[in-house]
């Protein structure tokens, strides 16, 4: 698995995400038709597969993850509003606003 520390990410100093795209590694299918192509770089190629495969599975649940934190968002926000007025929630982003900055 391609980890944001590894020593091929220090050598070429740039971000996993901003080298590569999903497209990029589908792309990677013609390594198998090179002439004499031997098993370690078809090992290689497999590595690249797997965690293809693995970070659209991961893709996929952060999709859904993101997706209930929304609903409970909007539930959250329904709670607070029968709590509090109006004008303290917008005075509570007033104050988050200043305290971010």
Known sequence: MVNEDSSVNKVLNVNV??????????TMQWVQYLPTVDDSILRLLDTVD??????????????????????????????????????HIADAKKLHEMKKH
């Open 17 to 26: 995400s901003e080298r590569f795209s999903m497209k990029q590694y589908v």
């Open 50 to 87: 797997e965690n293809v495969r693995k970070a659209a599975e991961l893709e996929a649940q952060a999709a859904k993850v993101r997706s209930i934190a929304y609903f409970q968002c909007l539930h959250l926000e329904s709670v607070i509003r029968n709590h509090w007025t109006d004008e």
